[in-house]
């Protein structure tokens, strides 16, 4: 039997080790509650990582045939800090530094040259079958619904979808806003091509992503920040180099390099920053819409910088961790992830 002393000594000892292990239990049940959302916090960043490297890594890849093959960035430039596309495009003077349009001709064997000239989207798209395209195929192997990419050595590029296919021809659909300056000769480069705009959506705070046409998707949500820097050549372009008898950005029509571009520093490396404010001040390239600063032809290596947020309110706080404040006060807040990372696209490595 238990005296009332002994069993008074006894309740208090349970007491004070039930009080010791409530904190204990308190801060493992917040270790636990916020473990599933950090691991979805990071899981969501590493996606958006992979989708960027993924088409970053792919920009300018070229044709293999005809006399324009190799990479895009010998004739035009194939990533460009703005949004591109049918809906929701910006004015070719504008430089973003949260969107970017990445262009590439994509594995298909659709690779030619046009046979017949293009100067109006209303023309039909007509390919040498000659050139490059499988045996057998209708239009060298293009597919209704397909992007078409055309470009010439003027330094001028357009994206068309194809709606239809009678004979040897295809029909086209434009896939930029306003009125098209449109004109291309047989021996302009055709191909099968892809075009990717990745832009921050502030409203709804979402990395998304529009492939030009009719397709505009999130792929990331309760992302918070997004930015893009552009490194390169410290030297002005050389190419696109148009025939003889033709200007563009950077030859006058006797075939002589124009000035004006300056040499940049190279920042810590053989790479130079070049600052968007570069992208928007001309001199011009292309046509239309798809005009593009020369400058661009310089880009060699672009910085991605995705910040995102925790999804539950209450697991954010208000400090400078957090750039959308949460209603945590309590130690078990969950600071936004950062995810930064390089790519250098191998088809627009070091060339002038």
Known sequence: ?????????????????????????????????????????????????????????????????GALAGPLVSSFAPVIPRRMGLTGADAYTVARPEAVTIIYASASPAQSVLMQPMTSPSDALQVDPAVGCPLGTQVCGLQQGSTALLFDRSGRFDLVGILGLTGGAASIEYRQPGPPAFSYQPGAAVAEAELHTYYFDAANLQLRHADGAHSDVPVVDNVVALSFEYFGDPYPPTSPKPPLGTANCLYDAAGALLGGMSILPAAGGTLASLPLAAFADGPWCGAGSNRYDADLLRVRMVRVSLRVQ??????????????????NRGPHSIPDYTMRFDVSPANMGSRR
Do not use: K
């Open 310 to 327: 925790v999804s539950n309110v209450m697991m954010r706080g208000r400090s400078t961790d957090f750039l959308v404040p949460g209603l």
């Open 1 to 65: 039997m238990f005296s009332l002393l002994e069993m008074l000594i006894a309740l208090a000892l349970t007491v004070v080790l039930i009080g010791a292990a409530v904190p204990l239990v308190a801060a493992n049940s917040g270790v636990s509650a916020t473990a599933p959302e950090m691991l979805d916090e990071q899981q969501r960043a590493r996606l958006g990582m992979e989708e960027l490297s993924r088409d970053l890594a792919m920009a300018g890849a070229g044709l293999s045939v």
